[in-house]
């Protein structure tokens, strides 16, 4: 699992403490991931906590979300979505992982949001592309992108395309365990990062400000 950067174990224990408690299905999605191998690409429980309070912000009743992994952003925003709105909440999840998504789905069903959760097993482009070619441009209000860094811009593109006025993006590690700030580090999805961060700074069709939570988070809110 990951965590905010610079955060202590003590700091971490201190936030699970006075933030409300886990759904007990998100804390069993978090402490099941934590045994797997690929466990550092889960969200941290405080960022789930402040992804809910966003929702709630938002009033979201359409979301959308690039990158399932084994549930926990998604089960997260899909209960206070449900308890937002009983009746007509939808979440888009894009991923092409069946192998995780099967464990996703678990979580979905045991805390009883899979009904208002559509899972499109395929690559996150064709997925965006058909629903803006079937009307769906403006309607959704908060996106959530973590999944393949050098694929971020075009789900920002797609994405903005989604969102309502005032809708909010959110992207994923985008300091990506400080790799970032190395200019050394030439990598594609290091480069990636840095790409959108730059664009999402110059882009006149969006607010954007970067920030330190999880892996770093950066909030695009279309204007």
């Known amino acids: 699992m990951s965590s905010s950067r610079g955060l202590t174990p003590e700091i971490i224990r201190y936030l699970a403490h006075v933030n409300p408690p886990e759904h007990p299905v998100l804390a069993r999605c978090r402490e099941e991931t934590q045994k797997l191998p690929m466990a550092r690409m889960q969200i941290s429980a405080e960022q789930g906590a402040f992804m809910q309070v966003m929702t709630r912000l938002l009033n979201a009743k359409r979301v959308f979300e690039v990158g399932v ?8 925003v899909a209960l ?5 709105h009983p009746v ?8 092409i992982s069946d192998e995780w998504t099967t464990k996703a ?15 499109k097993l395929a690559p996150a482009t064709e997925t965006l592309d ?20 050098t694929g971020y811009d075009a789900y920002y593109e797609r994405g903005l395309h989604l969102l309502r006025k005032g809708g909010v993006m959110l992207f994923d590690n985008v300091l990506w365990s400080g790799r970032v700030a190395d200019p050394a580090d030439t990598s594609a999805d290091t480069s990636a990062l840095r790409a959108l961060a730059q664009k999402a700074k ?7 400000a970067m920030t330190s939570i999880g892996d770093g988070l950066l909030f695009c809110v279309k204007k």
């Open 105 to 119: 789905r678990s979580y979905w069903r045991e805390a009883l949001v899979d009904d208002i959760i559509e899972l």
């Open 69 to 76: 992994f084994t549930g926990y952003s998604s089960t997260a």
């Open 130 to 149: 058909a629903r803006i070619a079937a009307g769906e441009a403006g309607q959704y209000d908060l996106g959530f992108v973590d999944a393949d860094k």
């Open 80 to 84: 206070t979505m449900k308890d937002l």
């Open 88 to 95: 007509g909440a939808k979440l888009l999840a894009c991923d």
């Open 202 to 208: 110059a882009d006149a069709r969006v607010h954007a």
